[in-house]
């Protein structure tokens, strides 16, 4: 059963609800709710760590791309991560998730994370907003308008290590919804140990879904707080989605707050 305690979404400049099982919702996210949709800590592949430079080295993984951090500054932990990123046009079939989070590489009991899913299936396409605390399956939120094009700007804060707030805005529309979360329970608590910005590959009907054609996402003005330090994506590590032997993805750091993820 999924957590529903401390259920408080504010809404800026327009309302929006949380999802719950027996709500006049789509077709579409009635059965991805059925299907158990939730992310997944990072799956490592049989595919060996690639050294790419004196600064970052790259790593594969089965479900994440993106860029990661292993560990917070000396004495401190993650709270706060951020990324803007454009709803991409994607093609094919299957689907994609792009989303921020705070732990899941290193420490793996928990992760708190937020971001937006794609999907199409047969030229028909949707896109869901959805936050999650890891191991608990994600929540959708309905009344965000999403369409392609639109820049879309995602906060995790977590205020303790079973408390946190997670902000979706629009910035295309104006449109804004902050959600407070709690721990699914007492195994989930957050170490602060890791963020992330990621496009993943996740897990529906305990599988991994088909990975959809999403073009390109880059995730740009992305930053995470620890304590009083700040970091940026130039510090992390890189890591790009293989499957059977195939890499699926491609990962840059443009600039000190811009990751590319390309679909190859």
């Known amino acids: 059963m999924k957590f529903l305690a401390t259920v408080s979404i504010v809404a800026l400049l327009t309302s929006s609800t949380l999802a719950r099982p027996g709500s006049n919702l789509s077709q579409?996210?009635?059965s991805r709710r059925a299907n158990d949709r939730k992310s997944q800590p990072k799956i490592k592949s049989e595919s060996?760590?690639?050294?790419?430079?004196?600064t970052f080295h790259e790593e594969y993984s089965e479900n994440w791309a993106g860029v990661f951090f292993e560990s917070p500054p000396s004495g401190e932990t993650y709270s706060t991560v951020t990324g803007t990123f454009t709803v991409p046009s994607i093609s094919g079939?299957?689907?994609a998730s792009a989303w921020v989070g705070i732990d899941g590489v290193t420490y793996t009991d928990a992760i708190l994370q937020a971001g937006l899913d794609f999907t199409i299936s047969d030229g028909t396409i949707s896109y869901d907003a959805w936050y999650e605390w890891y191991p608990d399956a994600a929540f959708d939120i309905s009344g965000f308008d999403i369409s392609e094009g639109d820049s879309i700007t995602v906060t995790v804060?977590?205020?303790s290590d079973t408390?946190?707030?997670i902000t979706l805005e629009n910035t295309s529309t104006g449109q804004s919804v902050t959600q407070t979360v709690s721990a699914p329970d007492s195994s989930a608590t957050l170490g602060g140990q890791n963020v992330e910005w990621i496009v993943e590959d996740f897990e529906e009907n305990g599988s991994l879904v088909t990975l959809c054609d999403f073009g390109t996402i880059t995730f740009t003005d992305a930053s995470a707080s620890a304590g009083s330090s700040t970091v940026d994506p130039?510090?992390?590590?890189i890591v790009d989605i293989s499957q059977d032997n195939q890499v699926l993805?491609?990962?840059?750091?443009?600039?000190?707050?811009s990751i590319i993820v390309t679909y190859q």
């Open 163 to 165: 408390e946190g707030t």
């Open 93 to 95: 079939n299957g689907a």
């Open 234 to 237: 130039t510090d992390g590590d």
């Open 157 to 159: 804060d977590a205020t």
């Open 48 to 54: 060996s760590i690639v050294e790419t430079n004196s």
């Open 249 to 257: 993805t491609a990962t840059t750091v443009d600039s000190s707050t």
């Open 28 to 30: 579409r996210v009635a």
